[in-house]
Every structure is written in C-alpha cells, then in structure tokens.
C-alpha cells in the first residue's frame, strides 16, 4: 500500500509560481511511475505531468511552464509550475502506479491517489 500527501498548494497571482510537493509513503516507490492530475470545478480530471525513471510527460497546456521531478530519497516528487494562469486553477492531485507498463496521460491506469491539494490563480 502507498500513501500520498500533497502540499504547497494556494493562492497565487497571474504570472506567479508556487510549488506542489507530494510525499509517498508505505512502500519503496523508486520505479513507480509518478504523476500530476488536476480537476477544475465542473470538469473531468486531466493529465498535467508524469515522471518515471528518467523520462517525463507534460500536457501540452503546461509544457514550458511545469516541470515535474522527484527525489527518491525523500520518497517526494515535485511540480513546479511557473507563469501561471487563471486556468490553470484546479486541484491538484498526485498519483503513482507500480505497473511495468502505464500510460502515463490515463487517470485510470493509477492505483493510489493523494487527497489534493487547491491552486487558484486569480488574474
């Protein structure tokens, strides 16, 4: 079993940055494969980044602007996001799966979820 905690969520202006921390713990998560997902009010959940062993995925929406990495000894991946926009607003939520194969951009290839953490960007 893993669980997840988010942090560093908040308010920010437009043009801002801030930086989503998301602790893992329960089981060594080094091979697992990481991610970011964020839903809106009102919207489904969406991909925003995934990292596993030395590659990384980005939306198309945030590349250029979020950069997802982890630190395996502190069992802690990171988003950091800059220039941030009001649509990017969302909860932000962390995922991990141990599976040999995952395709990353899917909500539902991921077995263990963190709580979310709330990011509003006011313009």
């Known amino acids: 079993q893993v669980q997840l905690v988010e942090s560093g969520g908040g308010l920010v202006q437009a043009g801002g940055s801030l930086r989503l921390s998301c602790a893992a713990s329960?089981?060594?998560?080094?091979?697992?494969?990481m991610a970011w997902f964020r839903q809106a009010p009102g919207k489904e959940r969406e991909f925003v980044a995934a990292?596993?062993?030395?590659?990384?995925w980005y939306a198309d929406s945030v590349k250029g602007r979020f950069t997802i990495s982890r630190d395996n000894a502190k069992n802690t991946v990171y988003l950091q996001m800059n220039s941030l926009k009001p649509e990017d607003t969302a909860v932000y939520y962390c995922?991990?799966?141990?599976?040999?194969?995952?395709?990353?951009?899917?909500?539902?290839?991921?077995?263990?979820w963190g709580q979310g953490t709330q990011v509003t960007v006011s313009s």
């Open positions: 995922a991990a799966d141990s599976s040999a194969i995952v395709v990353v951009t899917r909500v539902d290839e991921y077995d263990y």
């Open positions: 329960g089981r060594t998560y080094n091979d697992y494969a």
């Open positions: 990292i596993r062993w030395s590659r990384s």
